[in-house]
């Protein structure tokens, strides 16, 4: 019988998503009916990782195994702020998973570390090279409280200076594709080829650095890491099972390691976390093959052979790096007719905008902190922790300019994010990872211009006018840059805009992703449907201290017809007097003279337009649905009639069908009934009409994770309303994965079940109880 050891890896990883001028994450229709793609694949992925599901023999769920506790995995520092921001239950089952893993592994976790932002370390400046690797380890240190024993490599990019800064920094391992390694010994033995991938992968190796330090290495199983990522073998746990065992060589103690995206399981493959946690049951019930992690093997199965890697080298590029450099052929194939001769211009220009930066920087930076070096390497602390602030500033600051000096770190922050590794590896400028590197690239130009006194945006258009798209009407560089980037710029002023007319929607958020809301005083008038709001409002920067105070006037006449004055230099009282008179032209024509800047409903950002919209015609569309409501039984008998003759029915009488549709769709979940949904789907279906529902099933998400996550927590004990809501997202054909597995840990915390609803529930989601 074969035997030996298994590691299965997960990349976890997404690029930062967040409009980096307010550090928030903006919608993206694209993910529909989630808010974004962060939003989508916690969903199908991240989360159905630690609630991984496994049925009984008759079909009902019997147990849920949190798969991080069992694998080996990394998780990109970017991503897992979000989480612990967004998703604190995945979070938190991340951290119970390494923990867990601590236990079964003799001490070793689950976890490896990951440089703090994903660029191509062989391709960074030496600089940020070895910043990014210390932020990695520390912010690893914060979220796992240990110490980190390997690091992932974005795109397992390598060269021996990333292995020495590594090595500098205490990092025990690495995992590289088999295609990296460029010869083998033994040691003490002679050299020997293996280009082309034909390492042995079951055993680690070492590298032994011209610095005299020395770091590991594993070459992970190429067929079966491929037949996961892009083949069938997730399609049957036993399957893939089969295969594990087929694969594992004869003898020895091998190491057999499967190495993917993390995202391969739920996301790429629906329903893979599934096939995951069925090996990992299994593995539990047989003694041939036996589950590690690499520090445990690393530990008990030292190295007794050295490689030498092939420098400049990935797992994702057969030309090396050049696929975050050069038209190398490497590519997503979308439209074979394209080219990526864009990527050398995008590089050479973010390159250039980074050097000339950093000449400033040090320059300005000597009169700011006491030792710049020390500021930045310790700047992750207040990163992980804001609170920290004032600590971090007494302990750094040379001057009293906390201002400036938190704005020359935030350049250094946006100095690596904007060398994300995502915006060359697809096939076209304009798409939106290379858009999101853009946008870093323009906070830290807006921060340059403003604390260092350098405007370097005209040359850095200059440059992205070589970054030709293959879209015609998409241009290029500079007109992506101009066209896509700039309208998301979100300076103090605009961020004001924002949360004074979510307080007149009644929204008194006290933040707008890092904007805060530090003081805000105001008084407001009506004049039949018109609102006036005049007041005064403090807007704070968490991440620089950056402070601006604005009197302000809002006038709403009605639907989506607004003006907001920020910064009036005078005319309160003037703009008042006009208003309580009824002048509604005069007050807004007042508004624009005397204010320093004025918004409209086009300032906000699209998400917020399109909530807006909602909320301003709400009374309007309350109007329309009333008059609508009236024709809705005639129009059956109507509608019937023309479907029986197979003729087509008139434009107009199809639209006007749709719409009252689509008002008894919203009034059906207003009131949480399932029995007047499933009525207005199924005469919908007759009629064969088809009206958008993706907002309707973005709301019950929403809703229904917000119940699901309270019953998780003890603090939403409603069953009777969760069940209406389960119905209703089972109408909408919403995935029930989430609440299935849930409920069923809510219900094994249970002594005993009293609520019907519970039971039922149990019954119709398949919770063997």
């Known amino acids: 019988m074969k035997s030996g050891f298994l590691v299965i890896h997960g990349h976890f990883y997404q690029p930062p998503r967040e409009n980096p001028y307010i550090d928030f994450v ?43 506790s069992f694998m080996s995995f990394d998780v990109g520092p970017t991503l897992f702020r979000w989480l612990r921001k967004n998703a604190p239950s995945v979070y938190q089952a991340i951290i119970q998973g390494d923990a867990e893993s601590r236990k079964r592994f003799s001490g070793h976790g689950s976890a490896i570390s990951h440089p703090y932002s994903h660029l191509i370390l062989p391709l960074a400046h030496e600089e940020d090279k070895d910043l990014n690797v210390k932020w990695g380890i520390e912010e690893f240190k914060f979220h796992f409280k240990r110490n980190p024993e390997g690091m992932w490599l974005p795109e397992c990019a390598v060269d021996t200076e990333t292995l020495e800064v590594l090595a500098k920094h205490g990092i025990s391992f690495v995992i590289l594709s088999p295609f990296q390694a460029k010869r083998t010994k033994r040691f003490g033995e002679y050299w020997q080829e293996v280009e082309g991938g034909r390492i042995d992968p079951f055993r680690p190796y070492k590298v032994k650095l011209p610095s005299g330090r020395e770091i590991s290495v594993f070459f992970f199983h190429h067929p079966l890491s491929m037949g996961i990522s892009f083949g069938d073998l997730l399609k049957d746990g036993e399957w893939l099972l089969s295969q594990i065992k087929s694969a594992m060589p004869q003898g020895g103690s091998p190491l057999l390691s499967i190495v993917t995206d993390g995202e391969t399981f739920g996301h790429h493959k629906a329903f893979g976390e599934m096939a995951l946690a069925y090996i ?58 394209w080219n990526q001769k864009w990527r050398k211009p995008l590089r050479e220009a973010l390159d250039w905008l980074r050097e000339t930066l950093r000449v400033s920087l040090k320059s300005e930076a000597t009169q700011v902190f006491l030792d710049f070096q020390r500021a930045k390497e310790d700047y992750i602390q207040l990163i992980l922790d804001p609170e920290k602030k004032n600590q971090f500033l007494k302990e750094h600051l040379r001057s009293s300019s906390p201002q400036k000096a938190l704005a020359l770190l935030e350049i250094e922050r946006e100095s690596l994010l904007m060398f994300t590794s995502c915006a060359w590896f697809f096939d076209d400028p304009s798409g939106i990872e290379t858009l999101l590197v853009l ?14 006194g350098v405007d370097l945006e005209r040359e850095f258009l200059e ?46 958020d006290e933040n707008f992703g890092a904007l805060r809301v530090k003081d805000k005083k105001e008084e407001g008038f009506r004049w039949g449907k018109a609102t006036l709001k005049i007041g005064q409002v403090g807007i704070e920067d968490e991440r620089t201290s950056e402070r601006g105070d604005f009197s302000f006037s809002l006038l709403v006449f009605g639907d989506h017809n607004l003006v907001c004055g920020i910064g009036e ?52 569309f309350q109007e329309i649905g009333e008059v609508l409501e009236g024709y809705y039984e005639r129009l059956l008998p109507l509608m019937g009639f023309v479907k029986k003759t197979d003729s087509e029915p008139p434009y107009a009488l199809l639209k006007l069908a749709e719409c009252i549709f689509w008002m008894k769709t919203k009034k059906a979940l207003e009131k949480l009934s399932p029995s007047l949904l499933r009525e207005v789907l199924q005469e919908a279906d007759k009629l064969h009409l088809k009206f958008d529902l993706s907002n309707f099933r973005a709301k019950a998400l929403r809703v229904l994770d917000e119940c699901l996550e309270g019953l998780l927590k003890g603090e ?8 209406r809501l389960i119905e209703l997202s089972d109408l909408l054909k919403l995935p029930l994965e989430k609440a299935q597995a849930y409920l069923f840990m809510f219900l094994k915390r249970q002594k005993e079940i009293q609520s019907e609803a519970l039971l039922r529930l149990a019954k119709k989601l398949s919770i063997e109880v």
């Open 26 to 68: 903006e919608k993206e229709p694209s993910a529909s009916p989630f808010h974004d793609w962060n939003q989508r694949i916690t969903h199908e992925c991240y989360s159905p990782n630690f609630w991984a599901r496994l049925y009984g023999p008759g079909g009902g769920l019997k147990a849920v195994v949190n798969n991080y």
């Open 280 to 337: 990992f049951s299994k593995l539990k019930e047989q003694e041939d093959i036996k589950l590690t992690v690499f520090g445990e093997f690393l530990e008990k199965h030292p190295p007794t052979d050295e490689v030498q890697i092939q420098e400049k080298s990935s797992w994702s590029c057969s030309h090396g790096l050049e696929r975050w450099k050069e038209d190398c052929g490497c590519s997503c194939n979308l439209n074979p007719q």
């Open 439 to 452: 946008k870093h690239a323009s906070r830290a130009i807006d921060l340059g211009r403003r604390f260092l």
């Open 463 to 508: 440059r992205l006018r070589e970054v030709k798209s293959n879209i015609p009407e998409k241009g290029d560089g500079e007109k992506l840059y101009l066209k896509e980037v700039l309208p998301h710029k979100v300076d103090l002023k605009r961020g004001a805009f924002h949360l004074i007319f979510r307080s007149f929607m009644g929204k008194d």
């Open 569 to 620: 230099t005078n005319g309160k009282e003037k703009i008042k007097e006009a208003f309580q008179k009824g002048d509604l032209s005069g007050s807004a024509l007042l508004i624009k003279e005397s204010s320093k800047e004025v918004f409209t409903l086009s300032a906000l950002l699209p998400e917020f337009q399109e909530e807006a919209v909602e909320f301003l015609l709400e009374e309007t």
């Open 716 to 723: 939403f004990t409603d069953f009777e309303r969760l069940e």
